[in-house]
C-alpha cells in the first residue's frame, strides 16, 4: 500500500508555486519530484523522488477510496516533517479543519446545491440590470477647480444653459446652400421635430436672431442648438439613441443631417465582442496546455458565469456610482484575464492530485487549499491596488475601481467555491475528451531550454542585465513626449453621427469651434454683462482667440458668460497653452480692481484641469503604490535587495508600457497597426489606472518566481543554482499565464473606443516585459551579480518582522484536517469517493 504522506509532502513542496500558478501548469508538464534528500514521516522513510506522472487514463475510485489510506496505522510524529516544516507541527496537530478547508469540503459535498446557488445569483443580477441598471455618464471634472467653479456658477445662473446642448449640424447637397427656400424649410422642418423629443426644453434656429452666428461663412453649413434640461450625468442613453435615429430619418438627398454633443456619448458604442475575442483566443491556448477539452472548458465556464454577474452589477451600480460608459469593457478585460488564471491554476493542482493516487474529494480540498489560497491572496492584491484609485477623488475613477473590483471578486469567489462543486461533478473524468496530439512529455528541468537559457545568463550577467536595461530604456524614452489631454469626437469612428458633425464643424467654422472657452463671470454690485466688457476686449485682443460672442447675461442678472473660440483644434497643444495663459495672464489682468471674479471653463478647460489635477497627485500615488509592495514582499521573502528590485523591474514594465502607447497614438504606421491613423492625445487618467491594474497583476510573477527561487536557496544554500532551477520550474507558466493575458487584453485593441485601444495596448506590452525581458535576463542576471546578498536582511528587524506564507499549509496540516473530515464522515454514516 502507497504512503500517502510522501505524496502530501510532494504536494507541500508544488505548493511553493501556488502564486504564480494561478497562470496553470499545463497537463503535459505536471510532474511529480521532490527534493533529493528523504523526508523522513515518523518511522517511514520514503524516497524523496518520485517517478514522472504520466497522463495515462484514470482508474475511478471504489465508494469506500479514503485520501489517506490506513489512516489509523500510521504514527504521528511530532518532528514527522524536515526542518522546513517543523514550525506547523503544533498546527497540524490540531483537529479542526480550517476555514477554507471547511468551505473547499462543502462546496464539493453540496455541490449540486452550490450550482444552483450560482446559477440563481447569475440570473437575478441579469435580470435585476436589465430591470433596474442605471446608466453610464463619464463627467471629466475635478474637484474645485477653475473649470468646476465656472460650471457651477452656470447651473445657478443658467440652467439651461447648465444642462448640455446638443447641435444638428446642417450641410447642403447639391450645390445648394441655406439661403435656397426649399432647404431652409426642411432645417426648420427639422429643427422643430427636434423640439417635440424628452428633455429639449428649446431650440436656438440658425434663422433666429439669437443664432446668426450659426451659419458658416460659405453658408453651406449651419446648426441649430438644442437645451437640454438634463446634464450629461442624467441624460437617459434612450433618449440620446431617439435623437440619433430622428437625426438619421430627416438626411435627405439635398441635405445632410448630423448631431453633436457630449450627451450622446456611449450612445453610438458598437456592439463588439471583444471579451468573446478574448475568451476565444484563451480557449486555443487552455486546449494546448490541459490537451483536453473538459478541462479546457472548467476556466472557460467559471469566468463566464463570474463575468456575468460582476457585469450586471456594475450596471446596478451605475445608479449609485458615477460609472463611465467604458467601465463594463474594462472589467471584462481583467476578469476575463484573473479569471481563467484563477480557476487554470486550480484545475491543474487537482489534476496533479489526482494524479498522485487522491480521491477527488481529497483532490479538491488539497487544491483548494493550496492554490485556493493563493487564489485569494492574488485576488486581495489585485483588489487592493485598484481601490487605491479611490486617493485620486475623481468620481468616475471611482466607478471604473468599484467596477472593476466587482469583476475580480465574484470571478474569486466563484473560483472557491462554484469550481469546488463543478470538480465534484467531474471527478476522475477530468482528462476526457482529450487531445493526443499535444501530450508531450516533458524533459525534465535540468535539460530544459529555460534551465540552459538562465546558466547562458548567469555566465554573462553585466552584458545581459546592460542590453536588457538598454531595450527597455529604449522602449520607456517616448514616454517623455506623452501628450495629455481628452479624446473627443474628432477621434471617434466616421461611423458616428458625433464624428461627421465634428468634422463639419471644423470645416466650417474653424477648427477650434469644436472647444469652446467657456468664461463665466460675476460681479459685485455692478451689471455683470457690462462688468465684462474689459474682459471681453482683452479676450478678442489675443492673437491665438479667433472670436468671441457678446455677453450674455443669466435671468436673475447676476453672472455673465462670454464664449471664446480659439484658433486651434481642441487637443493642441496651442489651445492648452492658449487657456493657462488666460487664466494666468490675461483674466487677471483684465479684472484687476473690477470687483469682477471670471472663472474659465469649458470641455478644453476642464481637460487642462484634469491634467494638472492627475499629474499633481501621480507621484503620490505611484509612491504609495510601490512602498507597499515593497513592505509586501519585505515581509514575503525577509529581504531588503529583493523588494527593492521587485519594485524598480515593476516600474521598468509600466514605463515601457507608456512608452509603447506614446508611439501608438502618434498615429502613422504604427498607430495604424491598432487603427489609430491620427494623433490622439492621451487622457490624464489612463497613465495611473494602467499602473494600478499592473500592481496587482505584476505582482502575481514576481512572487511566484522569486519564491521558487528562494525555496531552492533555502535548500541548496547556492544563490546560482537557485535562481537557475527556480526559473527552469517556472519559465513555462509564466509563458503560459503571459499568452492567455495579452490575448486577452490584446483583443480590446480591435475595439473602436480609443480608451480601450490605450488600455489594452498598454496591459499587453506591461505583462509581456514583465514575462520576458525582465524575469527572463533581468532577474536572473541581477541575482546573479548580488549573490547571497539577495537574501540579507538585518537582525534586528527579522526578529521584528512577522512570518508570512503565500504557499499554504504543510502537508501535514492538510493530512490531519483531511482525516478530521473522514472521521466526522464516520460518525455520520457518510459514504464519499
Not at 110 to 130: K, S
Request: charged share 15%; hydrophobic share 50%.
Amino acid at each position: 500500500m502507497i504512503d500517502r504522506r510522501g505524496e502530501l509532502v510532494e504536494l507541500r513542496r508544488a505548493a511553493l508555486d501556488d502564486l504564480y500558478e494561478l497562470h496553470a501548469r499545463p497537463p503535459s508538464f505536471v510532474f511529480v519530484s521532490c527534493p533529493p534528500a528523504p523526508v523522513t514521516l515518523g518511522t517511514l522513510t520514503t524516497a524523496a523522488t518520485l517517478p514522472s506522472v504520466s497522463h495515462a487514463p484514470m482508474s475511478s475510485p471504489s465508494p469506500r477510496r479514503r485520501s489517506l489510506e490506513s489512516r489509523g496505522d500510521r504514527p504521528r510524529g511530532a518532528n514527522a516533517m524536515s526542518t522546513e516544516t517543523t514550525t506547523t507541527s503544533t498546527s497540524t496537530a490540531a483537529s479542526r479543519p480550517t476555514l477554507l478547508v471547511r468551505l473547499a469540503d462543502w462546496s464539493y459535498r453540496r455541490r449540486r446545491r452550490v450550482l444552483v446557488l450560482w446559477v440563481a445569483l447569475l440570473v437575478a443580477t441579469v435580470f435585476a440590470a436589465g430591470a433596474f441598471g442605471g446608466d453610464y455618464n463619464f463627467t471629466f471634472s475635478t474637484p474645485g477647480s477653475d473649470s468646476q467653479k465656472a460650471q457651477d456658477l452656470l447651473e445657478r445662473g443658467f440652467r439651461a444653459r447648465a444642462g448640455d446642448d446638443v447641435d444638428v449640424v446642417f450641410q447642403t447637397r447639391q450645390g445648394r446652400t441655406v439661403d435656397d427656400p426649399a432647404v431652409q424649410a426642411a432645417i426648420v422642418d427639422a429643427l422643430g421635430q427636434f423640439g417635440g423629443q424628452p428633455h429639449v426644453s428649446a431650440v436656438v434656429s440658425p434663422f433666429s436672431p439669437e443664432g446668426t452666428r450659426q451659419i458658416a461663412p460659405k453658408r453651406t453649413i449651419a446648426y441649430g442648438t438644442l437645451r437640454l434640461d438634463q446634464t450629461v450625468s442624467d441624460y437617459k442613453k434612450a433618449d440620446a439613441k431617439a435623437l440619433i435615429a430622428l437625426g438619421r430619418k430627416l438626411d435627405r438627398p439635398d441635405l445632410q443631417v448630423e448631431l453633436a454633443g457630449f450627451a450622446l456619448n456611449g450612445a453610438e458604442q458598437t456592439q463588439f465582442s471583444s471579451e468573446g475575442i478574448g475568451l476565444l483566443v484563451a480557449a486555443l491556448i487552455l486546449l494546448v496546455s490541459f490537451g483536453s477539452l473538459l478541462a479546457m472548458g472548467l476556466p472557460i465556464l467559471v469566468a463566464v458565469v463570474g463575468l456575468g454577474i460582476g457585469l450586471s452589477l456594475i450596471t446596478l451600480l451605475a445608479n449609485l456610482l458615477e460609472v463611465p460608459d467604458f467601465a463594463p469593457q474594462v472589467a471584462a478585460m481583467i476578469g476575463i484575464g484573473v479569471g481563467i488564471d484563477y480557476v487554470l491554476f486550480i484545475v491543474t493542482r487537482y489534476r496533479a492530485a489526482l494524479h498522485t493516487g487522491l480521491e477527488p474529494r481529497a483532490a479538491v480540498i488539497t487544491s483548494i487549499t493550496t492554490s485556493g489560497r493563493a487564489v485569494i491572496f492574488a485576488g486581495c492584491t489585485v483588489i487592493i491596488s485598484l481601490l487605491g484609485l479611490f486617493v485620486m477623488n475623481l468620481g468616475f475613477l471611482r466607478g471604473l475601481a468599484v467596477g472593476a473590483v466587482s469583476a475580480v471578486l465574484v470571478v474569486m469567489l466563484a473560483s472557491v467555491t462554484l469550481l469546488p462543486a463543478m470538480l465534484g461533478f467531474i471527478g476522475t473524468k477530468i482528462d476526457r475528451l482529450r487531445l493526443p496530439f499535444v501530450n508531450r512529455k516533458e524533459t525534465g528541468d535540468r535539460r530544459s531550454l529555460s534551465y540552459r537559457w538562465s546558466r547562458v545568463v548567469q555566465r554573462h550577467p553585466w552584458p545581459a542585465a546592460i542590453v536588457c536595461l538598454v531595450a527597455l530604456l529604449a522602449l520607456i524614452a517616448p514616454a517623455r513626449h506623452m501628450h495629455f489631454g481628452f479624446p473627443d469626437a474628432g477621434n471617434s469612428p466616421e461611423s458616428f453621427t458625433t464624428r461627421r458633425a465634428y468634422d463639419l464643424l471644423s470645416r466650417g467654422f474653424g477648427p477650434g469651434f469644436n472647444g469652446p472657452l467657456l468664461v463665466v463671470a460675476t460681479a459685485d454690485g455692478k451689471e455683470p454683462a457690462t462688468a465684462v466688457a474689459p474682459v471681453a476686449a482683452a479676450l478678442r485682443s489675443d492673437a491665438d482667440v479667433a472670436f468671441v460672442s457678446p455677453p450674455v447675461a443669466s435671468p436673475d442678472g447676476k453672472v455673465a458668460l462670454l464664449v471664446a473660440y480659439p484658433k486651434s483644434s481642441p487637443q493642441a497643444q496651442a489651445t492648452q497653452d492658449l487657456v493657462r495663459r488666460l487664466r494666468k495672464n490675461v483674466l487677471p489682468q483684465a479684472t484687476a480692481g473690477t470687483g469682477v471674479t471670471v472663472h474659465l471653463g469649458g470641455p478644453t478647460g476642464a481637460s487642462v484641469d484634469a491634467t494638472s489635477y492627475v499629474a499633481d497627485r501621480l507621484g503620490v500615488f505611484i509612491g504609495a503604490v510601490i512602498v507597499l509592495s515593497f513592505l509586501l514582499l519585505l515581509v514575503v521573502f525577509r529581504s531588503l535587495l529583493v523588494p527593492l528590485k521587485a519594485a524598480i523591474m515593476n516600474l521598468l514594465s509600466v514605463g515601457a508600457a507608456y512608452g509603447v502607447v506614446a508611439m501608438m497614438v502618434q498615429g502613422g504606421w504604427l498607430g495604424g497597426l491598432v487603427g489609430i491613423h491620427d494623433p490622439v492625445p492621451i487622457p490624464s487618467f489612463i497613465p495611473m489606472m494602467m499602473f494600478a491594474i499592473l500592481f496587482g497583476l505584476s505582482m502575481d510573477y514576481e512572487v511566484f518566481l522569486l519564491s521558487r527561487i528562494r525555496e531552492e536557496y533555502a535548500r541548496t544554500g547556492d544563490n546560482a543554482t537557485a535562481v537557475a532551477d527556480g526559473l527552469a520550474h517556472t519559465a513555462r507558466v509564466i509563458t503560459a499565464a503571459a499568452a492567455i493575458m495579452i490575448s486577452v487584453f490584446l483583443a480590446f485593441v480591435l475595439a473602436p473606443e480609443v480608451f480601450l485601444k490605450m488600455i489594452g495596448i498598454g496591459l499587453a506590452t506591461a505583462i509581456f516585459v514583465d514575462a520576458t525581458l525582465v524575469r527572463m535576463v533581468l532577474v536572473p542576471s541581477t541575482m546573479e551579480l548580488l549573490g547571497d546578498a539577495n537574501w540579507w536582511l538585518p537582525e534586528g528587524l527579522a526578529r521584528r518582522l512577522p512570518t508570512f506564507h503565500v504557499e499554504g499549509e504543510s502537508a501535514e496540516a492538510i493530512e490531519a484536517e483531511l482525516e478530521e473530515l473522514l472521521h466526522a464522515d464516520d460518525a455520520r454514516g457518510v459514504v464519499t469517493g
